[in-house]
Structure formats: structure tokens, C-alpha cells
């Protein structure tokens, strides 16, 4: 009697299911204990501004000491560790960068760091895929565990399929879109039992945008190109200043920078954060002007010391966040002249995330998908093709290269030398 063999294809995608239900698991609890920081921050920032200086002092510096000295291949975005166990062929420590991965990015930004908890967990499910899949299996799960960590953070299944095949670069198989489906829904599916079905940024209701007014989203995204250049040329001058600055022993660096960083959110305190605090008021309400323009500079450099100080940590929140900012500050300056038919602030505001976003990575469908997908801006989605296709435009016709190549190239030349911190 011959012996039943199952099917490798139910097995990677029972694998895929797997993946996706911890990846949703991790989370909702790196979720849940970022939120309860956030809100411990914003009462003590308050309140006792000074213990919160030394706490956020500390944190970073055993962010920084946990991440160099156990699992250096997960700071920052983590992208060259991923790239080179997918088209390299190099195998993660897993084991390792799992745990490290997540402590480091749950002290790093409930410290106030400027990063976002979507790199470090497309790196914790890029690691479950590998430990959990079959050699035969690896890369195909690897990059489902990824596009499933992009999708547990923002609850945005769509944005973790397009992450794959966008951002990661992978060609189309049916094996690969199929294991990346099932992971990103499932994990999606976890995350929203627990928090709910609402998007991150709950707004609206969104209406469509009178083609009158599309000029001024031009108009927009176009000013939002030339800042997404200037963004790209403060990440790379801050973050190459930054590894040139020899600082042992490990932790100090982060140290210094969980103190500056408190001590300028005692002052400001919409300038600490990795950007969910503010991108929610923006979205629903204005700050003052002459605050605003201070704001989108700050945390510009402040994202990139974040980003460069050796933690685990991304970019796309902090990214999503200027940009709901360049969105507000546009729709303000245009209320002064009052001169041209101007859409609503809010969908202006939708706007900047989604053109920063591709101003800065030069991934415009990923943008577009999940900024729809975190504020439920569906019925946008000619306004914000044509902010991001202004600004993806102007910052190419402006001669400027895509920011993440050069991140990755910093990226790669810091695991290689090992980051002073």
C-alpha cells in the first residue's frame, strides 16, 4: 500500500497560516505595550519632565547596547539582514534577532525615538518564517513573514503584499503570492480580532475631491517632491556624520541621544515619537502655523539621529507622519490667500502621507495602498495618485535617487564595520 505524501504546497501555505497567526500575535502585544508607553509618556512628559528625561535616557542607551551587542543585523531597518537571506542565500540568527528585534524597538520608541515599529516587525516575521519553513521553503516564507509584519502593524493586508513585491523586489510566483496572502490576511485578521476592524488612523467620512480643485493637489504634491528631496539629503548627511562618530562604549551613543531628545520633547512635545500621536491630531485638528514650520525640520533630523543611532527601527511611520505634517502646513498657507478652490485640510493632509511617502521611497503603489488602508480613505484614491505621481515627478525631474538605496548601501556598511554605538 503506498504511503500518503502531502501536498508541499498545503504544507507551505499551513506554514504561511502559522506564521501569519504569531506575526499577528507579536503584534497585538507590540501594539498594546507601545500604546500604554505612549500614554505613560505624554502624562509623565508632563508631570515630572525631569524623571522622564532620565528614563528616556536610559532606555535608549540599553536599546542601543541590547541591539549591538546580541543582534547587530537588526538595527535600523534591518533590510540588508533580510536582503542577503533572500538573494543571498545568508541565513538570519533567528533566534536572536527575534527577541532583541522586539525588545530593542518596544525601548526605542516608547523612549521617543523617531522610528516605527513596521521594520522591526517585518524583520520578526521575516525570522518566524525562516525558523518555522522547510530549507525547500525558506525564502518564500521569509518574505511571507515579512509582508505579514508590515500588515500586523498597520493592519494594512494589502500594504504587506505590495511590500514584497515592491519593496523587497521579488518577482511574481503563484507560490510566493499565495503564501504572502495567506500570511498578511491571517496576521491582519489576529491583529483585528484583538484591536478591532477600525484603521489605524480612524477619520472621515471622505468625500471625492470637486476636479476643481486638483490643480492644488498638484500644486501640493509638487512642493512635497521638492521636500521629500531635501529629506533624502538631511537622512543620508545626518546618518553618514552619525557612523563617523566614534563613541564606545556601546550604549553611549544612544544615551546622548535619549537625553537630547528629552530634553527637546520637554520643549516641544510633538517633536518626541515615532509619529502616531501627531499624524492623529493632524488629522483631525491644526496646530499653530509658526509650530508647525518648526516641526517638520526637527523631526527631520531627529528621525534621521533615530534612525542612524543603531536600534531597531523604520522609517515609514516617522515618513508618514512629516508628510501628514507638509500636508497640514500646505492646507494652512493656502487658507491665507484664499485665492484658489482648496480641498478640505484633512484630505490634504491624507495627501502629504501618502506623497512624502513616495517623494522620499520611490515606492508610489505601496504608498498610495496603505495610506488608504490606515485611514480608510478609499474614495481618494485619484487625489492621492495624482499628490504622489507631482511629487515622485518633481523630486526625479530634481535628479535625486531613491532614498532606500542609499540607506541600504549606509545599512550594509554598518553591519560590516559593526556600528560604534
Not at 54 to 83: D, I, K, M, N, Y
Not at 206 to 213: C, D, E, N, S, V
Not at 312 to 334: F, H, I
Request: net charge positive; charged share 10%; proline share 7%.
Amino acid at each position: 500500500m503506498a504511503r500518503y505524501a502531502p501536498d508541499p504546497r498545503l504544507a507551505s501555505l499551513a506554514t504561511a497560516l502559522g506564521v501569519g497567526v504569531i506575526v499577528g500575535c507579536l503584534g497585538i502585544i507590540l501594539r498594546l505595550s507601545l500604546r500604554s508607553t505612549l500614554a505613560l509618556r505624554v502624562a509623565w512628559a508632563s508631570q515630572y519632565p525631569l524623571l522622564w528625561i532620565v528614563l528616556t535616557t536610559v532606555a535608549c542607551g540599553v536599546a542601543v547596547r541590547l541591539t549591538q551587542t546580541w543582534a547587530p543585523e537588526a538595527a535600523g531597518s534591518g533590510f540588508p539582514t533580510l536582503s542577503a537571506a533572500v538573494h543571498d542565500g545568508k541565513p538570519m540568527r533567528w533566534r536572536r534577532v527575534l527577541p532583541v528585534t522586539l525588545g530593542g524597538a518596544w525601548l526605542a520608541i516608547s523612549s521617543g525615538l523617531l522610528v516605527g515599529p513596521e521594520a522591526p516587525m517585518v524583520l520578526v516575521g521575516a525570522a518566524l518564517g525562516q525558523g518555522l519553513g522547510r530549507p525547500a521553503e525558506r525564502v518564500t516564507l521569509i518574505a511571507a513573514g515579512a509582508g505579514a509584519g508590515l500588515a500586523a502593524v498597520f493592519s494594512a493586508p494589502l500594504a504587506g503584499i505590495l511590500f514584497v513585491f515592491e519593496e523587497l523586489g521579488f518577482g511574481f510566483t503563484p507560490a510566493l503570492l499565495t503564501s504572502t496572502f495567506t500570511a498578511t490576511i491571517t496576521a491582519t485578521v489576529v491583529v483585528q480580532l484583538a484591536l478591532g476592524q477600525q484603521p489605524a488612523f480612524p477619520t472621515g467620512p471622505w468625500g471625492a475631491t470637486p476636479l476643481i480643485q486638483l490643480p492644488v493637489i498638484a500644486l501640493l504634491g509638487g512642493c512635497i517632491g521638492i521636500l521629500g528631496v531635501g529629506c533624502n539629503a538631511v537622512l543620508l548627511g545626518v546618518l553618514t556624520q552619525v557612523q563617523r562618530w566614534q563613541v564606545r562604549p556601546a550604549g553611549l551613543r544612544g544615551i546622548f541621544l535619549g537625553a537630547g531628545i528629552g530634553l527637546v520633547a520637554w520643549g516641544l512635545p510633538w517633536a518626541a515619537g515615532e509619529g502616531d500621536r501627531i499624524t492623529t491630531h493632524l488629522l483631525t485638528a491644526d496646530l499653530p502655523l509658526g509650530e508647525s514650520l518648526l516641526l517638520v525640520p526637527l523631526r527631520m533630523v531627529l528621525m534621521a539621529l533615530s534612525y542612524g543611532c543603531g536600534v531597531p527601527g523604520g522609517l515609514y511611520a516617522p515618513l508618514l507622519a512629516l508628510g501628514a505634517e507638509a500636508g497640514r502646513v500646505g492646507s494652512q498657507l493656502l487658507s491665507l490667500g484664499a485665492l484658489l478652490p482648496t480641498p478640505s485640510p484633512q484630505t490634504l493632509t491624507v495627501i502629504g502621507m501618502a506623497a512624502l511617502f513616495t517623494a522620499v521611497k520611490r515606492a508610489p503603489v505601496i504608498g498610495i495602498v496603505m495610506v488608504m488602508e490606515i485611514t480608510g480613505s478609499y474614495t481618494l484614491l485619484v487625489e492621492l495618485a495624482l499628490g504622489s505621481l507631482c511629487a515622485y515627478l518633481t523630486a526625479h525631474a530634481l535628479g535625486n535617487h531613491p532614498m532606500h538605496e542609499k540607506i541600504q548601501h549606509q545599512d550594509r556598511h554598518r553591519h560590516r564595520v559593526g556600528t560604534p554605538a
